[in-house]
Each structure stands twice: as structure tokens, then as C-alpha cells.
């Protein structure tokens, strides 16, 4: 077996990692709660196996104030009660988002968000879980470390 050395997408190709910090900075408008924000995340990390990026939210919510135990729940929310409806649903549109071929996103998660946050938020909450699965993908197909 070979063993490659791969490089990082900022020493190759610098405006593709332009491109992505334009959509973090994007992601940063959002005026979803700082904390909804590190849960989707955490959850998308999770499940991508980017160690980075979970280690990094990780920290950052603790900043928030998030409680470190429901930081250690995140990954099995289904059966928590420590989560609100609200977060809730955002996990679950982010699991479906982050494992979209497997079936998609639901009718009804899409409309449970929808009647919560709203078309332009909705929309927004999608936009954060594309640009947390993309640095995931960047971090573990390059096994680099990214900071936005």
C-alpha cells in the first residue's frame, strides 16, 4: 500500500478556500441563536467523523454556556429529554441533510421546520448544514485541519 501525502485545498487551490470562508461568512448572518448553530455543528461533525471540526464546536458551545451534558447527548437526542421541540427538529433536518442519500429530507421534517422557523430561516438552517458538511468533507478527504 502507498501512503500519499495530501495537501491541504489552501496550498493548491487558494480561491476554492476563498469560496468556502465566503460561505462561513454567510453562515455567520444567520440569525439563528448561536447555540442552534453549534448544535447542527456538533450533530453534522458527529456524523461525518471529522474529529477537528467536532473538538472545535465542541469548545465553542461550551463558550456559549452550552452544558457539557447536553454536548454529550447530542448524539443520541432521539432518546434525550434534555433537547426543546425546536432543537429537536434542527437535529433532525441535520441528520437528513448530512445523510441525504439515504432517503432525502422528509416532507414532514422539512414542513415541522418550515412551521417553526419560517421559509427564509429554514432556508438558512439548510445553508449551515451545507457549509458545516463541506468543511467536513475538505477536513477528512485532505486530512487537514481548516480554520474558517
Not at 465553542?60 to 434534555?82: M, N, Y
Not at 433537547?83 to 434542527?90: A, H, K, P, Q
Not at 432525502?104 to 430561516?121: A, C, P, Q, R, W
Request: aromatic share 6%.
Amino acid at each position: 500500500m502507498t501512503t500519499s501525502k495530501r495537501k491541504a485545498i489552501r496550498e493548491v487551490d487558494p480561491p476554492a478556500l476563498d469560496a468556502m470562508l465566503t460561505l462561513e461568512n454567510y453562515g455567520k448572518t444567520c440569525p439563528l441563536q448561536p447555540k442552534l448553530k453549534e448544535l447542527i455543528k456538533i450533530r453534522a461533525s458527529q456524523i461525518n467523523g471529522c474529529a477537528y471540526c467536532l473538538d472545535m464546536h465542541t469548545e465553542d458551545a461550551l463558550k456559549l454556556g452550552e452544558s457539557p451534558r447536553r454536548i454529550f447527548a447530542v448524539s443520541v437526542w432521539h432518546e434525550s429529554h434534555l433537547f426543546s421541540e425546536e432543537e429537536r427538529t434542527i437535529l433532525q433536518l441535520t441528520e437528513e441533510v448530512t445523510k441525504i442519500s439515504e432517503d432525502g429530507v422528509s416532507d414532514e421534517t422539512y414542513n415541522k421546520v418550515l412551521g417553526i422557523f419560517g421559509e427564509k430561516l429554514t432556508a438558512q438552517i439548510i445553508m449551515l448544514i451545507v457549509i458545516i458538511n463541506s468543511w467536513n468533507r475538505m477536513s477528512v478527504s485532505t486530512r487537514q485541519i481548516f480554520k474558517p
